[in-house]
């Protein structure tokens, strides 16, 4: 009689019924079910916030700009500057001493006394610029000694104008500051050959067109002069032929043509 083969009473743990193979022996038990993760390693998705701009771009953005801005500033100056040259055509004005005459001198170790006869010519080359000058103080030096002062009236100088100026330069009697060193005076007053340069010191004012400038101070300097001291009650006059006479570099009034 054939044997049979009972079933286990007990089921399996997870209600189903066990497959048997054919030879009779329990087949391996399968693993559980489990739930997939797709990339389950991969951090959470977070929003990042919008990138921050550093410090250093957007102080080189700035200082981009404003350098554009300043070229161009710069090329529109040089643009006006050239339509105000075409227009205008400036050309600073000239001075020159056409006369110089000493009828006085004299020097002591504590006093000098000077009288000078001053005649200056100016003239304005332009044709569309006035000079609106205040009035221009006078001075005389010898070395680094004042010998004489004076002034000229204020004047206008109108385009294309040339203007005499006559004055009185003199010192009476004025005392001879301490420390100063009039050795160098001395001996010019004994070689009978005194060198001289005159100071001019003024404010002037510029109208071009229908513009005004505000009024800027100017100095002229008249130098290369050189004088014999008259004797008894002659006068002496100074060779002016080749005195030359500049405006202060220092002190400008508009940017002037050569």
Known sequence: MAERVYPSAKPPANGTAAATTTNGAAPAAFPANKAQLYNATRPAYRPQPPPRRS???????????????????????????????????????????????????????????????????????????????????????S?????????????????????????????????????????PLKSSLKNKNVPLKIQLDSKVKVKVGKLNTKKLKIRVVCDGIKITPPSGNSTASATTSKVKCKVDPRIKIIKWTV
């Open 143 to 183: 070395g680094d000694i004042a010998i004489g002062s004076g002034s000229f009236p204020a004047f206008t100088h109108g385009t294309e104008n040339t203007t005499t100026l006559r004055t009185v330069v003199s010192s009476s009697s004025a005392p001879i500051p301490d420390g100063t060193d009039i050795s």
């Open 55 to 141: 410090k250093r771009r957007v102080c080189c953005v700035c200082c981009l700009w404003t350098t554009v801005f300043i070229l161009i500033l710069i090329l529109l100056a040089g643009i006006a500057g050239v339509v105000f040259y075409v227009i205008y055509r400036p050309h600073r004005p000239s001075f020159s001493v056409t006369s110089l005459q000493l009828s006085k001198f004299n020097l002591t170790d504590t006093t000098l006394t000077s009288a000078f006869n001053f005649t200056l010519v100016a003239r304005n080359p332009n044709k569309k610029i006035t000079f609106f000058y205040d009035t221009i103080a006078v001075e005389i030096f």
